[in-house]
Structure formats: structure tokens, C-alpha cells
């Protein structure tokens, strides 16, 4: 007879993370009780200056007047008093297992965690999974009992029941003082799996040296689910796409993509509209739209019983006119478009991304034909650049739609990437970050919109900007400040007073209307309180929410 166990599921800086809901489920359906505590928000913090020493990425935002971010331990560490909330609410609980989801720059956060626990848990077993873990299971297995390679909805039963677990497919463990790992497994039936946890019962956040319940710290009517594991792309700097390398490693085999089946993906939404009352979809997959038959499919079946809005991840390799429209059509509000590089000659060699600017372009300009504003991403900090293959960019930014949905990042590599492993062989020489900061603005500027654009001459023309990049900040703040026909918030779904806003709630569209919430401020809002009720498609004014406690 199978003994009911207690599980101890703890993960960082996320309000959703999907992995462990999904064990959570998967744990719940074999009859154990399960407990999730989710450490930290990721919530980003507006930094002064780029922070060269950085663990975690940092980027910077269109939207919010071309500001710096830094994510994660950087800037948002766990306190001691939060470190004790978390070995107190561990102790109440008192697991048999304690299960640490991590990714590789949680690393020492997962070592700190698991020895203050070891404390208050002395008989517990303790077991880690994610990426981190599965590229680096030697460094955990410092700390912990196990690790699971891989996909973990099928490893975590036999890491929770069996007495030692040792040979069961998936695990790794030190075994005479030597790394073990177990034959890797990966029966990859999705649609056999139990939908993910999204139960309130169970689930904390702990921040602000604060415990709070989870679902008061997201939207609860914006579901996120995601239809398929792995990613059709191949790109060098993202794990999303990596499972066949990471399995390979141990000798084990593995799909790029393995996809639920559109039945599926639809029960668990009819699931979630009737216990849930969701009014808004997030779609989580690498690239939504890469299967153009099972699109079809669930498209069709997503018009007839779901008929939601929804974000999804698109792509302009993966994805023609054809799909955008009837997306667009079944209700897609938003969507990205990743130009990671805007070197061509980048983008494909050395990032594995093989798209054209011409591509990208078509693209970009049939999202904005369909009214969506779209959101785009790229990544410098790339040391393969340099200044003459970042300048190649301007031309071809200048060609793209404008919009204020621009994110920056800072290229982090992963042990044991692809990427990693082409800077080992080749050891390109960074730039300096002046120079990816003096680039990183000259981007924002030219996208942002045609007032920007149009100042980028004086920049090229006057040293001082390239000196000190900080003034391009400046500039493109006093610009944006000037500018009357902004991009304004409106409402996604209706909003009921005394409702906690939510930037989920909201989607950009341009507007005149100088009396109607900036994009800018769609983070700003977040917390706010509704002073009113307030309808799908309408425009978000500031006096329709309390600006303060105070005020309230």
C-alpha cells in the first residue's frame, strides 16, 4: 500500500512557475499532499548604473523612460528575517521530501536554502530539478540527497517513494563517492499528465519579509498554461531548446518539442473558465505557433469553447501571415518578436538564430497591420560583438514599426551551452559596457518612434553621447516628454472595483488622449486599487484608480 507522503516544493523569484505546479499535480494525483512555497517575486528594480558584476541579467525597459534593471539576488536578496519565515513555515509544514526547482544562478540560494532547512528538517530527504541542476548535478548533490535529470513528472514519484532511489531513471546521486546518474527515461506522454496545480490551497510567497497567500500576488483571472516542452529553434544562448544536449550528456535521448494534444490544452482551459472565472490566456510555449497543423486544430477548438484573449510567443521563422490573422482573430492581443541580434551575420552564426533582417521586418510590419503592438527583444552584452557589427543594426531598426514595448537584455551565458562552449573555443574580447549601453539607447531611440529616430543624428555627431552613454538616457527622457500621442493602457477584460491592478489586465494602443494612463506606467499601476468598474477595450484614466493608500 502506498504511503502518503508530505512534499515541501520550493521555488524563486516567480509568481507562477509552472514546473512545480505541475508536480504539485502530478504528486496530488499519487495521493501525496503537497506544499508550495514560492521564495521571492520577480519583480525587477530600477537600477542607477549597469552592475558589471551581476549574477542575474539585467536589462533595460522603452517603457519606462529607457531605465536600467536588475533582476533576481542582484538586487532583490532574501533577508535574514525572510530566510527565518522560510525554516519556520518549513518546520510547520514538516515534509518527508523537500523539493528545490532551480536554475544554475540559483545555485548558491539553493545551497543556503538547504542547509538552513537541514536544521529544522534533520530527517527529511532532500532533492533539487530544473535546469541548473540537471547541467550541474555534482555541484547540488553537495547539498542535497538527489537530483533529477531532465523532465521530472515521471522522476518525481520514485524520488518521493522508494526508500533510495538511486537507480531509478532520471536520478543522479553520489555512490561511493562518485557521480551516479541513473538511464534517462523519457516517456513523453503529456496528455496522461494532470493539469497543473492551480489550487489555492497550500501555496505561499515569501517576500517583503512578508508571508503572503500566492494567488494575491498575481492576476487571477490571467491563466497561464503552457501546450508542449522544449523549443523548435536552435538557439546557442537559450536552455528552452537544449533537452536533446543536456540529455545527451548522460547518454540519454530526447525530443526538441514534444506537444499536448489540442483536446488536452482545451480540457484544461474549460477546467480553468469554470472553477477559475479566467478572462485572459498567457501562453507560455517557446514558439506558439511552429506546428501549423495542430494550430489549426486547437485554433478551431479554442474559438468554439475557450474565446478568451490571450499572449502568446510567435516567431518569424515559425510563423506566416495566414497564422497571424486567424490569431489575431481568435483573440491574440500581444505577442513578441525576438531580434536578439541586430547583426544578421550574429543573429545566425554565432546566436543560432537563422532569420533575415528582411524576415524579421515582413514580419514585424504584419503584426502592426493586425493593430498589435509588438514587443521587441534584443540581447546585447554579446562579447562576439563589436561596434562596427552593432552599428550594421541602424539601418535595419530604422525599417522595423515603432513602438514603446522595447527590452534590452544582457547576454548571460549558461554552463555548458552552446553558446558558452563557442566562447570557450573562440574567447572573443568583450567591448566595454559604455559601448553596449551607448548602443543599447541608440536602439531604443530608433525604435521607440520617429522623434527619437530623428535625434539619433545629433547623437552620431557629437562624442560627449558615445563618452558618457548616460546622457543618451537623458535625452531620450526629455524627448519622450514632449511627445503628445503616447501609447496608452485599456482595459483587456472588465475590471470590478476595489480590484488589485494588475499590468496583466492591460494592452497598449496609441492614443491622443492626454487624461488616459501611459504605457509607461503599466508597472506603476500594478497594486493600485480600481476606484470603479471598468469595461473591456476602455482606456485606464488616472483618476479611475487610488494613487496611494492614503488616497483611498
Avoid at 480590484?499 to 494592452?507: I, Q, Y
Wanted: glycine fraction near 4%; proline fraction near 5%; include cysteine.
Amino acid at each position: 500500500m502506498r504511503q502518503r507522503k508530505k512534499i515541501l516544493l520550493i521555488s524563486y523569484y516567480g509568481r507562477v512557475c509552472l514546473s512545480t505546479k505541475v508536480l504539485s499535480a502530478v504528486l496530488r494525483d499519487a495521493g501525496h499532499q503537497t506544499h508550495l512555497i514560492y521564495l521571492k517575486d520577480d519583480r525587477s528594480t530600477q537600477v542607477d548604473t549597469i552592475n558589471p558584476d551581476s549574477k542575474c541579467f539585467q536589462f533595460i525597459r522603452a517603457d519606462i523612460g529607457g531605465a536600467i534593471y536588475g533582476s533576481g539576488t542582484d538586487v532583490n536578496p532574501v533577508t535574514p528575517i525572510e530566510m527565518d519565515l522560510l525554516a519556520q513555515k518549513a518546520l510547520e509544514i514538516d515534509p518527508d521530501v523537500v523539493a528545490l526547482s532551480s536554475r544554475s544562478v540559483h545555485l548558491d540560494l539553493s545551497r543556503t536554502v538547504s542547509r538552513r532547512l537541514k536544521e529544522v528538517l534533520p530527517r527529511a530527504r532532500f532533492i533539487a530539478g530544473g535546469y541548473g541542476p540537471s547541467l550541474e548535478p555534482e555541484k547540488y548533490l553537495e547539498f542535497v540527497d538527489y537530483v533529477c535529470i531532465g523532465k521530472g513528472d515521471s522522476a518525481i514519484i520514485d524520488l518521493v517513494e522508494q526508500a533510495d532511489p538511486a537507480s531509478s531513471p532520471n536520478v543522479a546521486s553520489i555512490i561511493n563517492g562518485r557521480l551516479h546518474v541513473s538511464a534517462l527515461d523519457n516517456p513523453r506522454d503529456l496528455d496522461a499528465r494532470p493539469f497543473a496545480d492551480w489550487g489555492l490551497e497550500n501555496k505561499i510567497m515569501i517576500e517583503d519579509d512578508t508571508v503572503f497567500p500566492l494567488h494575491t500576488k498575481y492576476d487571477p483571472k490571467s491563466y497561464v498554461v503552457i501546450a508542449s516542452e522544449g523549443c523548435p529553434s536552435n538557439c546557442t544562448y537559450c536552455q528552452a531548446c537544449q533537452w536533446p544536449s543536456i540529455y545527451a550528456l548522460y547518454g540519454g535521448r530526447a525530443k526538441k518539442v514534444v506537444m499536448r494534444s489540442p483536446d488536452n490544452v482545451i480540457d484544461e482551459l474549460k477546467e480553468a473558465k469554470a472553477n477559475l472565472n479566467i478572462t485572459t490566456i498567457q501562453f507560455m510555449d517557446s514558439i506558439f505557433t511552429w506546428n501549423k497543423r495542430w494550430l489549426r486544430t486547437f485554433l478551431d477548438l479554442y474559438d468554439r469553447y475557450i474565446a478568451l484573449p490571450f499572449f502568446c510567443y510567435t516567431d518569424a521563422r515559425f510563423t506566416n501571415s495566414e497564422q497571424l490573422e486567424r490569431l489575431k482573430d481568435s483573440g491574440m492581443f500581444s505577442t513578441t518578436i525576438g531580434i536578439q541580434s541586430v547583426d544578421e551575420w550574429t543573429r545566425s552564426k554565432v546566436m543560432g538564430r537563422n532569420v533575415s533582417n528582411e524576415q524579421i521586418i515582413a514580419f514585424a510590419k504584419e503584426v502592426a497591420s493586425l493593430e498589435i503592438l509588438p514587443t521587441y527583444d534584443i540581447i546585447v552584452w554579446n562579447p562576439f560583438e563589436t561596434n562596427e557589427s552593432l552599428a550594421s543594426g541602424v539601418e535595419f531598426l530604422k525599417r522595423l514599426p515603432k513602438s514603446n514595448r522595447i527590452f534590452i537584455y544582457e547576454l548571460k551565458s549558461f554552463p555548458k551551452s552552446a553558446f558558452s562552449r563557442l566562447a570557450e573555443k573562440w574567447n572573443p574580447t568583450p567591448l566595454a559596457h559604455s559601448d553596449y549601453l551607448y548602443w543599447s539607447w541608440i536602439f531604443m531611440m530608433i525604435l521607440r518612434s520617429r522623434k527619437t529616430e530623428k535625434s539619433i543624428d545629433k547623437v552620431f555627431s557629437d562624442n560627449a553621447y558615445k563618452k558618457n552613454p548616460y546622457l543618451l538616457r537623458d535625452l531620450y527622457q526629455d524627448l519622450l516628454k514632449t511627445m503628445n500621442d503616447r501609447e496608452r493602457l485599456f482595459c483587456i477584460r472588465p475590471i470590478d472595483r476595489g480590484e488589485t491592478l494588475r499590468p496583466t489586465m492591460f494592452v497598449e494602443k496609441t492614443s491622443p488622449d492626454a487624461t488616459g494612463v501611459v504605457g509607461e506606467d503599466r508597472h506603476y499601476i500594478g497594486g493600485k486599487t480600481a476606484r470603479r468598474s471598468l469595461q473591456a477595450g476602455e482606456l485606464l484614466h488616472y483618476k479611475d484608480f487610488y494613487a496611494s493608500y492614503q488616497d483611498k
